[in-house]
Antibody
């Protein structure tokens, strides 16, 4: 059974750096073509893809946020970490991590999400 | 502004058939498969349809998906009150080299 859980700060001040951790179980990020990604959703707004890291450490970023994002993995700990620099109130959102199955082009299982608020 | 375009709202009465559209371009829907997510308030999205028209285990066959050219549709037949939720489409975009989502459609069961 695959599960994912996001963790990190709930409140940040503008210009601070956000660090979120996705801890997962039920699969390994050393399995060929598997990945873990991050998606966010501002209140009452659409889903927005942020980043994706594959089993072989290949990484993809949203072009509009690429300069602010870094995604890394620790296979031994079953964790994926996303950092986003220079946070702004418009970055207030629920942040989700999700499983990217091997050989497909979609996120099939998602964590419950973590709410991040950016406010001075 | 989402890359994929969906109507912001849709509605139907119990038992009716409702369709939700998703419009994209040649770099996303035109080249790659479309996926649909169902999301209830305060909860994470759940995969409803993948690879245009495939249902994950446990998803009722009342839900179906289709794709033609650069557009896709989600159909819900025999509408039920528990289908009231937000529905979002998604696809891989070859130009952006990443996932793109639709703006989401809020479905109301009257």
């Amino acid at each position: 059974q695959i599960t994912l859980k996001e963790s990190g700060p709930t409140l940040l001040k503008p210009t601070q750096t956000l660090t979120l951790t996705c801890t997962f179980s039920g699969f390994s990020l050393s399995t060929s073509a598997v990945g873990v990604g991050w998606i966010r959703q501002p209140p009452r707004k659409a889903l927005e893809w942020l980043a994706l890291i594959y089993w072989d450490d290949d990484k993809r970023y949203s072009p509009s946020l690429k300069s602010r994002l870094t995604i890394t993995k620790d296979t031994s700990k079953n964790q994926v970490v996303l950092t986003m620099t220079n946070m702004d109130p418009v970055d207030t959102a629920t942040y989700y991590c999700a499983h990217w199955p091997s050989g497909y082009l979609y996120f099939d299982l998602w964590g419950r999400g973590t709410v991040v608020t950016v406010s001075s | 502004q989402s890359v994929l375009t969906q109507p912001p709202s849709a509605s139907g009465t119990p038992g009716q058939r409702v369709t939700i559209s998703c419009s994209g371009s040649s770099s996303n829907i035109g080249r790659n498969t479309v996926n649909w997510y169902q999301q209830f308030p305060g909860t994470a999205p759940k995969l409803l349809i993948y690879s245009n028209n495939q249902r994950p285990s446990g998803v009722p066959d009342r839900f179906s998906g289709s794709k033609s050219g650069t557009s896709a549709s989600l159909a819900i037949s025999g509408l039920q009150s528990e289908d009231e939720a937000d529905y979002s489409c998604a696809a891989w975009d070859d130009s952006l080299n990443g996932v793109v989502f639709g703006g989401g459609t809020e479905l109301t069961v009257l």
